[in-house]
Protein backbone atom coordinates (compact mmCIF):
# COMPACT_ATOMS: atom_id res chain seq x y z
CA UNK A 1 0.00 0.00 0.00
CA UNK A 2 1.07 3.50 -0.92
CA UNK A 3 2.41 5.38 2.33
CA UNK A 4 -0.30 8.05 3.10
CA UNK A 5 0.86 11.51 4.08
CA UNK A 6 -1.80 13.60 6.05
CA UNK A 7 -2.21 17.26 5.21
CA UNK A 8 -1.22 18.49 8.82
CA UNK A 9 1.47 15.81 9.38
CA UNK A 10 4.47 18.42 9.57
CA UNK A 11 2.75 20.08 12.48
CA UNK A 12 3.04 17.09 15.01
CA UNK A 13 5.75 18.38 16.99
CA UNK A 14 4.48 22.26 17.25
CA UNK A 15 1.08 20.85 18.01
CA UNK A 16 2.16 18.75 21.17
CA UNK A 17 4.86 21.13 22.42
CA UNK A 18 1.55 23.57 22.43
CA UNK A 19 -0.40 21.03 23.91
CA UNK A 20 2.28 20.89 26.91
CA UNK A 21 1.04 23.17 29.24
CA UNK A 22 -2.10 21.84 29.83
CA UNK A 23 -4.08 25.17 28.86
CA UNK A 24 -4.62 23.69 25.46
CA UNK A 25 -4.33 20.17 23.37
CA UNK A 26 -3.99 20.40 19.71
CA UNK A 27 -3.85 17.23 17.25
CA UNK A 28 -4.72 16.46 13.43
CA UNK A 29 -6.71 13.02 13.89
CA UNK A 30 -6.01 12.13 10.59
CA UNK A 31 -7.33 9.30 7.62
CA UNK A 32 -11.01 9.53 9.34
CA UNK A 33 -13.37 8.22 7.06
CA UNK A 34 -15.74 11.07 5.88
CA UNK A 35 -19.47 10.35 3.59
CA UNK A 36 -21.62 12.49 2.64
CA UNK A 37 -24.94 11.63 2.67
CA UNK A 38 -27.47 13.28 -0.23
CA UNK A 39 -30.84 12.22 0.32
CA UNK A 40 -34.32 13.18 0.82
CA UNK A 41 -35.70 12.79 4.80
CA UNK A 42 -38.82 12.10 4.39
CA UNK A 43 -37.88 8.78 1.84
CA UNK A 44 -37.93 5.28 2.70
CA UNK A 45 -34.11 5.36 1.40
CA UNK A 46 -33.38 8.09 4.38
CA UNK A 47 -34.67 5.62 6.32
CA UNK A 48 -33.14 2.42 5.05
CA UNK A 49 -30.15 4.29 5.49
CA UNK A 50 -30.36 5.15 9.09
CA UNK A 51 -30.95 1.84 9.86
CA UNK A 52 -27.65 0.98 8.37
CA UNK A 53 -25.86 3.24 10.43
CA UNK A 54 -27.38 2.56 13.42
CA UNK A 55 -29.12 6.09 14.01
CA UNK A 56 -31.30 8.27 11.95
CA UNK A 57 -29.98 11.46 9.79
CA UNK A 58 -30.43 14.30 12.26
CA UNK A 59 -32.86 16.56 11.35
CA UNK A 60 -32.60 19.46 13.01
CA UNK A 61 -30.76 22.41 11.30
CA UNK A 62 -26.82 22.21 13.22
CA UNK A 63 -27.46 19.30 15.01
CA UNK A 64 -25.33 15.65 14.92
CA UNK A 65 -25.94 12.41 16.29
CA UNK A 66 -23.38 10.07 18.18
CA UNK A 67 -23.29 6.64 18.42
CA UNK A 68 -20.01 5.08 19.74
CA UNK A 69 -17.10 6.63 17.26
CA UNK A 70 -19.26 7.62 14.47
CA UNK A 71 -20.76 11.24 13.88
CA UNK A 72 -23.44 11.64 11.73
CA UNK A 73 -23.78 15.97 11.48
CA UNK A 74 -26.63 17.52 9.70
CA UNK A 75 -25.22 19.90 6.34
CA UNK A 76 -28.28 20.67 4.91
CA UNK A 77 -32.30 19.63 4.88
CA UNK A 78 -31.13 17.02 2.67
CA UNK A 79 -26.99 16.18 3.39
CA UNK A 80 -25.19 14.98 6.21
CA UNK A 81 -21.78 14.41 7.05
CA UNK A 82 -20.74 10.83 8.39
CA UNK A 83 -17.58 10.95 10.34
CA UNK A 84 -16.00 7.53 11.63
CA UNK A 85 -13.08 5.54 12.25
CA UNK A 86 -10.38 4.80 9.27
CA UNK A 87 -11.66 1.68 7.77
CA UNK A 88 -15.82 2.56 8.12
CA UNK A 89 -17.40 0.34 6.48
CA UNK A 90 -19.41 3.30 4.52
CA UNK A 91 -20.18 0.78 1.20
CA UNK A 92 -22.76 -0.53 3.46
CA UNK A 93 -24.55 3.13 3.34
CA UNK A 94 -24.20 2.98 -0.46
CA UNK A 95 -26.09 -0.35 -0.35
CA UNK A 96 -28.58 0.72 2.03
CA UNK A 97 -29.22 3.69 -1.00
CA UNK A 98 -29.41 0.94 -3.42
CA UNK A 99 -30.28 2.35 -7.10
CA UNK A 100 -32.80 5.42 -5.28
CA UNK A 101 -32.74 8.96 -5.64
CA UNK A 102 -30.24 10.22 -3.50
CA UNK A 103 -25.89 9.94 -3.12
CA UNK A 104 -23.14 8.38 -0.83
CA UNK A 105 -20.19 9.89 -1.66
CA UNK A 106 -16.45 9.11 0.02
CA UNK A 107 -15.02 12.50 0.89
CA UNK A 108 -12.52 11.23 3.15
CA UNK A 109 -9.80 12.84 1.48
CA UNK A 110 -11.44 16.48 1.29
CA UNK A 111 -10.88 17.58 5.15
CA UNK A 112 -8.52 16.78 7.81
CA UNK A 113 -9.72 16.55 11.16
CA UNK A 114 -7.52 18.91 14.00
CA UNK A 115 -8.38 18.27 17.73
CA UNK A 116 -8.70 21.52 19.76
CA UNK A 117 -9.25 20.73 23.21
CA UNK A 118 -8.58 21.92 26.57
CA UNK A 119 -9.82 24.84 28.64
CA UNK A 120 -9.13 27.45 26.32
CA UNK A 121 -9.89 25.62 23.46
CA UNK A 122 -13.02 27.84 22.93
CA UNK A 123 -11.28 30.80 23.91
CA UNK A 124 -8.82 29.77 20.73
CA UNK A 125 -11.44 29.81 18.33
CA UNK A 126 -13.11 32.59 19.34
CA UNK A 127 -10.45 34.59 18.00
CA UNK A 128 -11.42 33.85 14.32
CA UNK A 129 -14.71 32.48 14.56
CA UNK A 130 -18.01 34.79 14.87
CA UNK A 131 -20.35 32.20 16.08
CA UNK A 132 -21.36 31.80 19.90
CA UNK A 133 -19.17 28.97 20.48
CA UNK A 134 -20.30 28.63 24.48
CA UNK A 135 -20.61 25.14 25.56
CA UNK A 136 -24.03 25.98 26.53
CA UNK A 137 -25.33 27.12 23.36
CA UNK A 138 -22.58 25.02 21.25
CA UNK A 139 -22.15 21.91 22.96
CA UNK A 140 -22.07 18.08 22.30
CA UNK A 141 -25.20 17.32 19.57
CA UNK A 142 -24.55 20.58 17.39
CA UNK A 143 -22.82 21.46 14.34
CA UNK A 144 -21.84 24.05 12.33
CA UNK A 145 -20.23 25.35 8.97
CA UNK A 146 -18.69 28.35 8.94
CA UNK A 147 -15.52 30.09 8.80
CA UNK A 148 -12.72 30.00 11.14
CA UNK A 149 -10.15 32.67 10.16
CA UNK A 150 -11.60 33.05 6.65
CA UNK A 151 -11.14 29.26 6.17
CA UNK A 152 -14.21 27.45 5.73
CA UNK A 153 -15.05 24.43 8.40
CA UNK A 154 -17.08 22.03 10.07
CA UNK A 155 -17.06 22.34 13.69
CA UNK A 156 -18.12 19.58 15.90
CA UNK A 157 -18.14 20.06 19.82
CA UNK A 158 -16.69 17.09 21.85
CA UNK A 159 -16.82 16.53 25.05
CA UNK A 160 -13.89 18.86 26.26
CA UNK A 161 -13.26 20.82 23.17
CA UNK A 162 -13.95 20.92 18.96
CA UNK A 163 -13.27 19.30 16.36
CA UNK A 164 -12.58 21.73 13.33
CA UNK A 165 -12.55 19.68 9.90
CA UNK A 166 -10.75 21.91 7.73
CA UNK A 167 -10.28 21.39 4.03
CA UNK A 168 -7.14 19.86 2.78
CA UNK A 169 -5.74 22.36 0.81
CA UNK A 170 -6.05 24.92 3.91
CA UNK A 171 -4.74 22.55 6.53
CA UNK A 172 -1.41 23.98 7.09
CA UNK A 173 -2.76 27.12 7.00
CA UNK A 174 -5.23 26.97 9.62
CA UNK A 175 -2.63 24.93 11.53
CA UNK A 176 -0.53 27.98 11.09
CA UNK A 177 -3.11 30.54 12.29
CA UNK A 178 -3.86 28.03 15.56
CA UNK A 179 -0.38 27.96 16.67
CA UNK A 180 -0.11 31.61 15.96
CA UNK A 181 -3.56 32.57 18.10
CA UNK A 182 -2.58 30.03 20.89
CA UNK A 183 0.62 32.08 21.85
CA UNK A 184 -1.19 33.45 24.31
CA UNK A 185 -2.57 31.14 26.20
CA UNK A 186 1.31 28.80 25.99
CA UNK A 187 3.36 31.78 27.45
CA UNK A 188 4.37 31.19 31.20
CA UNK A 189 2.96 33.30 33.96
CA UNK A 190 5.18 36.63 34.69
CA UNK B 1 -20.05 47.37 7.40
CA UNK B 2 -21.27 43.69 7.96
CA UNK B 3 -24.59 42.79 7.70
CA UNK B 4 -25.91 39.93 9.85
CA UNK B 5 -27.88 38.01 7.66
CA UNK B 6 -30.44 35.04 8.93
CA UNK B 7 -30.30 31.81 6.73
CA UNK B 8 -33.18 30.27 7.10
CA UNK B 9 -31.62 26.68 8.52
CA UNK B 10 -28.86 28.28 9.68
CA UNK B 11 -29.86 31.29 11.50
CA UNK B 12 -27.84 34.62 11.83
CA UNK B 13 -24.50 34.50 10.16
CA UNK B 14 -21.89 37.52 9.02
CA UNK B 15 -22.55 38.93 5.44
CA UNK B 16 -18.85 36.92 4.58
CA UNK B 17 -20.48 33.60 4.47
CA UNK B 18 -22.94 34.23 2.02
CA UNK B 19 -23.00 34.63 -2.15
CA UNK B 20 -25.88 37.60 -3.43
CA UNK B 21 -27.70 36.21 -6.11
CA UNK B 22 -30.05 39.39 -7.02
CA UNK B 23 -33.46 40.42 -7.91
CA UNK B 24 -36.02 36.90 -6.55
CA UNK B 25 -39.08 35.49 -8.34
CA UNK B 26 -37.94 36.27 -12.06
CA UNK B 27 -39.51 33.55 -13.89
CA UNK B 28 -38.08 31.88 -16.62
CA UNK B 29 -39.81 32.33 -19.90
CA UNK B 30 -42.23 29.61 -20.72
CA UNK B 31 -41.38 29.51 -24.57
CA UNK B 32 -37.93 31.45 -24.38
CA UNK B 33 -37.39 30.64 -28.30
CA UNK B 34 -40.52 32.57 -29.26
CA UNK B 35 -39.40 35.60 -27.37
CA UNK B 36 -37.63 38.79 -29.34
CA UNK B 37 -34.53 39.72 -29.00
CA UNK B 38 -35.41 42.61 -27.02
CA UNK B 39 -37.71 40.61 -25.08
CA UNK B 40 -35.03 38.13 -23.82
CA UNK B 41 -32.82 40.89 -23.03
CA UNK B 42 -35.75 42.13 -20.94
CA UNK B 43 -35.38 38.86 -19.13
CA UNK B 44 -31.43 38.66 -18.91
CA UNK B 45 -30.70 41.95 -18.06
CA UNK B 46 -33.58 44.17 -16.56
CA UNK B 47 -34.33 44.16 -13.40
CA UNK B 48 -36.11 46.31 -10.45
CA UNK B 49 -34.47 48.75 -8.44
CA UNK B 50 -36.27 49.43 -5.70
CA UNK B 51 -35.63 52.27 -2.83
CA UNK B 52 -37.27 50.29 0.17
CA UNK B 53 -38.27 46.42 0.06
CA UNK B 54 -36.48 44.00 -2.37
CA UNK B 55 -36.79 40.46 -3.25
CA UNK B 56 -33.80 38.69 -3.83
CA UNK B 57 -31.41 35.86 -3.61
CA UNK B 58 -29.01 34.53 -1.37
CA UNK B 59 -26.97 31.55 -0.97
CA UNK B 60 -25.53 30.27 2.18
CA UNK B 61 -22.32 29.46 0.66
CA UNK B 62 -19.72 29.37 3.56
CA UNK B 63 -22.61 27.06 5.14
CA UNK B 64 -25.40 25.07 4.64
CA UNK B 65 -25.09 26.06 0.68
CA UNK B 66 -28.54 26.12 0.18
CA UNK B 67 -30.04 29.05 -1.76
CA UNK B 68 -32.51 31.30 -0.16
CA UNK B 69 -34.84 34.52 -0.79
CA UNK B 70 -34.53 37.74 1.89
CA UNK B 71 -36.68 40.80 1.24
CA UNK B 72 -34.06 43.44 2.17
CA UNK B 73 -35.00 47.45 2.62
CA UNK B 74 -32.49 49.07 -0.27
CA UNK B 75 -32.18 51.85 1.51
CA UNK B 76 -31.52 51.03 5.52
CA UNK B 77 -30.10 47.20 4.69
CA UNK B 78 -32.70 45.89 7.32
CA UNK B 79 -33.80 42.46 6.52
CA UNK B 80 -37.60 41.92 6.74
CA UNK B 81 -37.98 38.41 6.17
CA UNK B 82 -36.54 35.61 4.58
CA UNK B 83 -37.99 32.56 3.31
CA UNK B 84 -36.97 28.86 1.61
CA UNK B 85 -36.97 28.72 -2.42
CA UNK B 86 -40.62 28.05 -3.67
CA UNK B 87 -42.37 30.32 -0.58
CA UNK B 88 -44.25 33.46 -1.77
CA UNK B 89 -42.98 36.85 -0.76
CA UNK B 90 -44.02 37.30 2.77
CA UNK B 91 -46.66 40.59 2.80
CA UNK B 92 -44.61 43.15 5.15
CA UNK B 93 -46.55 46.34 6.56
ZN1 LIG C 1 -27.42 28.17 6.15
Not at chain 1, 40 to 54: M, Q, R
Not at chain 2, 27 to 42: C, I, K, V
Not at chain 2, 62 to 79: K, M, P, V
Request: glycine fraction near 8%; charged fraction near 20%; include cysteine.
Amino acid sequence: MAECRSPAAAFADRFDAASKGGALRLAELPFLTQVDIRVDPASPAAKDIGAALGMPLPVAPGTTVISGDVTVAWLGPDEWLVIGPEGYRFDLLRKALGERHGSVVDVSAQRTTLLVAGPRARDLLAHGCALDLHPTVFGLGRCAQTMLARAQVVLLPRQDGLLVLVRSSFAAYLAEWLLDAATEYLAPRL
Amino acid sequence: MMLLIPCPWCGPRDEAEFHYGGQAHVAYPENPAALSDEEWARYLFFRDNPKGAFAERWSHSAGCRRWFNALRDTATNEIHAVYRVGEPRPVTS
